[in-house]
């Protein structure tokens, strides 16, 4: 019987100071929320944001805390006045759409080319876009430049060669 009151007290001693820790409340966080409902695709100003205090134990991971990191971003769903930003709710604006008919370049050490291709995803600048080669039908990626220009980065997958004996072969 006292062992068992001595075992009680000493884990009461040592749970106390834990208990006391876990009862504290998170500090507080300033994060970014729209200042009005900000419609999808809407792209995003200053104007539109502003800061609100929440507790540090609430917040999900990647939640907005700076206006750099969303301003001149697009909404990618309704954004509601007040609501936590978080990083995936915003994009970079699109300037390649899919199905677009734009100008890719390709460089090397003292040649510059540029050709025709068909955008087969969307993305804005500093996006990668995987595109076609209408004339070889050949896939390859590239960054987002501009409105309708692509850099060439490098092939998306080698195109299987057919031989004369109508056999496969891999690049």
Do not use: C, W
Not at 21 to 27: D, F, S, T, V, Y
Not at 43 to 69: C, H, K, P, R
Request: no cysteine.
């Amino acid at each position: 019987m006292i062992r068992t009151l001595i075992r009680a007290a000493a884990v009461a001693a040592i749970l106390s100071p834990l208990a006391a820790l876990a009862a504290e409340p998170a500090a507080n966080v300033r994060v970014v929320v729209p200042a009005h409902d900000i419609a999808r695709g809407q792209t995003i100003s200053e104007s539109d944001l502003t800061y609100s205090n929440v507790q540090g134990g609430a917040l999900m991971n990647g939640t907005v805390t700076a206006f750099d990191t969303v301003k001149n971003m697009e909404a990618r769903r309704v954004l509601r006045a007040g609501e936590i930003l978080r990083a995936d709710d915003v994009r970079r604006p699109i300037v390649v759409a899919k199905g677009q008919t734009i100008t890719m370049m390709f460089e090397a050490p003292g040649v510059q080319l540029t050709a025709m291709g068909r955008a087969m995803s969307e993305g804005g600048i500093g996006d990668s876009v995987t595109v076609q080669n209408p004339a070889s039908f050949r896939m390859i990626t590239g960054v987002v430049t501009a409105p309708g220009t692509v850099r060439a980065t490098g092939p998306m997958s080698a195109a299987p060669v057919i031989a004369s004996n109508n056999r496969l072969i891999a690049r």
